[in-house]
């Protein structure tokens, strides 16, 4: 069993930065991939972004983030970083980490994940 729980979020202007953290607890975090999904009201929950596991870190972005945004994994402390640059108030969205095994088909799959966090807000605005 993984805990997972994002901390980060808040009131940023546009063009700013925020820079959220997903810490993990219990299980074995380093063999998961970890995902960033984000949810605006109204409007389907979706992928922004995945880390996979040791051995293979590699990165993969949406296409509303990419080059913007920039995920990383720190296994030694079980914590996986999303940093937010050039921030948009169409950014603005809960956005939760997520923990899985997907394949690397499926890894923008929401379903793909078993281990859910709280989530964390994250409003862009002047």
């Known amino acids: 069993q993984v805990e997972l729980v994002e901390s980060g979020g808040g009131l940023v202007q546009p063009g700013g930065s925020l820079r959220l953290s997903c810490a993990a607890s219990?299980?074995?975090?380093?063999?998961?991939?970890v995902a960033w999904f984000r949810q605006a009201p109204g409007k389907e929950r979706e992928f922004v972004s995945a880390?996979?596991?040791?051995?293979?870190?590699?990165?993969y972005y949406s296409d509303s983030v990419k080059g913007r945004f920039t995920i990383s994994r720190d296994n030694a402390k079980n914590t996986v970083f999303l940093q937010m640059d050039s921030l948009k108030p169409e950014d603005t969205a809960v956005y939760y980490c997520?923990?899985?095994?997907?394949?690397?088909?499926?890894?923008?799959?929401?379903?793909?994940?078993?281990?859910w966090g709280p989530g964390t807000q994250v409003t862009v605005s002047s």
């Open positions: 997520a923990a899985g095994r997907p394949v690397l088909s499926a890894l923008r799959q929401s379903s793909m994940y078993y281990y």
């Open positions: 219990g299980g074995t975090f380093r063999d998961y991939a």
């Open positions: 880390v996979r596991p040791q051995g293979g870190n590699r990165e």
